[in-house]
């Protein structure tokens, strides 16, 4: 794996070596030359085409003024250098070989996604640059990269609080279901361990392709339906998880007894998914998301955000600030300090290779300086009013904030509560006395579950496919206290009453999972001492047989 990594690399290098020949052609802007004041290049690698590389590409441009703005005359100046990686691994791989050796940045904020970072953690490891990226999955990590720093929350740090969701309800088992990615995978192992802690089971794990089309994604439903689970964690980002729940509508899975849980990855850009499909087929999913405190600066900060959105995408309909985007604004703002640090000297350019021979191999990109003194310096770092609220990196690693929960209910989503590590899952977060609404000195919010319950679902079902138990009740004059049946007229709907209809609701309510009945009269005209259950038994099901047996014996034992 490793070494055809690197065999990959070298191609690149030695493609982008020549394109970097005909770069060094042209002739060079003379303003670099008589500008005194020391600069700092640094690379920057989104996917433009993304909302979420947009949302950060503005932040970043903000962070970089606020930067300039304060900073003393003297201070050194931080160059962006912006490469859209067109979604596509290749693409950001060959970004960072431009940024590394041809403008020799000195530290690279991106690329955006996992399986890109994979890339371009190895170069930086290689060229001693660091690389900040917000890339969410687990897999990669901050102590086999020494010059990765994680300026975003990883998928695997929400594991504990949606485990903590799950004990919540009781819920014994649950359906994982997410991308068939590096992405989308990397949740799975923490998530798994987080739920065998609290002794609930992962019954299955659905694995959706992206590509997948809406007719593979209803026959993967139908699948789910059929089992006994059902409580679904979703771990699918928002344009895939848009279609996802717009089918799990169709196959009648977003309605009562149904519980769906979404991770923070489509929680916190829920406002990418359009209102219609959230109105539509997500009525009733809880979702966790990191905690962002409204602060009068985040307020003052969205609306100069939205004007520099309109300037820089005049064409484009806005999108909303995300927290992505506040981590970018926050992880340029840390990176600006830590070149603060390193002061007005002189910057060194890489320290090439002594071997000139080997210019097509990695080792020609040469190593930087000051790369490791701004590794050094961001390593531990910590922003107390960071917009994302407390942006604290300890060890290369983004610290964990509190998660929210939320509920969605009709367009938006609305707050139930809070997890934290030390707590627990409260509706009052105790750092800041923050509460969610309606919060009743309980545990949660009210919760409105799919199909406009409010109670919640028990999370496994005796897969009947529709069909209800049918159980026999004798309908017949007399003893009324142990059991009554009345038929509505109009509705023709049963109502069982009495001691016996009493217990055998609550053997039902104590059974672990639902279990959907209904109730059929028979009516017993003759013979009242001795009712003929023969007959009775004769036209039942015989699975019905031993609730029969059941209020029997309760009314005669
Ligand atoms: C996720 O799992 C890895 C490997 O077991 C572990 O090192 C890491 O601490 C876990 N992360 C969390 C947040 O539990
Ligand atoms: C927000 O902006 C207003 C007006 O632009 C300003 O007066 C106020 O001090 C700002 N507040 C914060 C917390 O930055």
């Not at 004007?307 to 909303?320: A, L, T």
Request: aromatic share 8%; proline share 5%; charged share 25%.
């Amino acid at each position: 794996m490793r070494s055809s990594k690197c065999h990959f690399l070298i191609v690149l290098i030695q493609f982008v070596s020549i394109i970097s020949f005909y770069h060094h052609m042209m002739p060079i802007k003379g303003e670099d030359n008589k500008n005194s004041v020391a600069k700092v290049d640094v690379g920057i690698i989104l996917d433009l085409e993304t909302d979420v590389g947009k949302v950060m590409h503005i932040s970043i441009l903000l962070a970089l003024d606020d930067y300039h703005a304060t900073a003393s005359r003297s201070a050194i100046r931080i160059i962006p250098h912006l490469r859209d990686s067109k979604k596509d691994d290749v693409e950001a791989a060959s970004a960072a070989i431009y940024l590394l050796k041809d403008v020799q940045v000195q530290a690279i904020f991106g690329p955006q996604m996992s399986a890109q970072t994979d890339f371009v953690i190895d170069l930086g490891n290689r060229v001693k640059v660091p690389i900040i990226s917000p890339a969410t999955s687990p897999l990669l990590t901050v102590k086999e990269n020494p010059f990765f720093i994680r300026a975003a929350l990883p998928s695997s740090s929400q594991t504990k609080a949606i485990a903590a969701l799950v004990k919540n309800f009781d819920w014994r088992e649950v359906v994982v279901i997410y991308e068939d990615s590096p992405y989308g995978s990397g949740i799975v192992p923490n998530l798994t361990d987080a739920l065998l802690e609290i002794s609930t089971l992962v019954s299955y794990r659905s694995v959706i392709s992206p590509s997948a089309n809406d007719d593979q994604i209803l026959s993967e439903l139908y699948k789910l339906k059929t089992m006994q689970t059902r409580v679904f964690i979703v771990h699918l980002r928002p344009l895939l998880a848009k279609r996802f729940f717009l089918k799990a509508n169709k196959a009648g899975m977003m309605s009562d007894g149904y519980a769906w849980i979404i991770t923070d990855v489509l929680t916190s850009l829920l406002d990418s998914v359009d209102p219609s499909v959230i109105e539509s087929s997500m009525q009733g999913v809880l979702g966790v998301k990191p905690y962002v405190p409204r602060t009068n600066e985040l307020i003052n900060y969205t609306k100069r955000w939205r004007g520099r959105f309109r300037q820089e995408y005049p064409d484009m309909d806005i999108v909303e600030l995300n927290v992505f985007g506040l981590w970018a604004y926050d992880g340029i703002t840390s990176l600006a300090k830590a070149v603060e640090k390193v002061g007005g000297t002189a910057i060194p350019k890489f320290k090439k290779a002594d071997n000139r021979e080997y210019l097509t191999d990695l080792d020609a990109l040469g190593t930087s300086e000051l790369g490791s003194l701004l590794l050094h310096s961001m390593q531990n770092t910590a922003l107390k009013t960071g917009l994302s609220g407390d942006f604290r990196i300890v060890d290369g690693e983004l610290q964990p904030s509190p998660y929210q929960i939320v509920n969605i209910i009709g367009k938006a989503e609305r707050s139930i509560g809070f997890w934290t590590e030390r707590d627990g899952i409260s509706c009052k977060l105790k750092t800041n006395g923050k509460t969610a609404t309606k919060c009743n000195d309980k545990q949660l919010g009210d919760i409105f579950w799919p199909g406009e319950s409010t109670i919640a679902p028990k999370g496994w079902e005796i897969p009947t496919s529709g069909k209800k138990l049918r159980v026999g009740v004798p309908d017949k004059e007399g003893l009324e206290q142990f059991l009554k049946v009345e038929i509505d007229s109009k509705t023709q709907e049963v109502t069982v009453t009495g001691f016996c209809a009493d217990v055998f609701k609550q053997v039902i309510e104590s059974l672990p999972y639902a279990l959907p009945y209904e109730f059929i009269p028979f009516q017993i005209l003759d013979s009242p001492t001795s009712p003929d259950f023969d007959d009775l038994a004769y036209k039942l099901f015989s699975e019905v047989i031993k609730y029969l047996i059941l209020i029997r014996i309760s009314l005669f034992g």
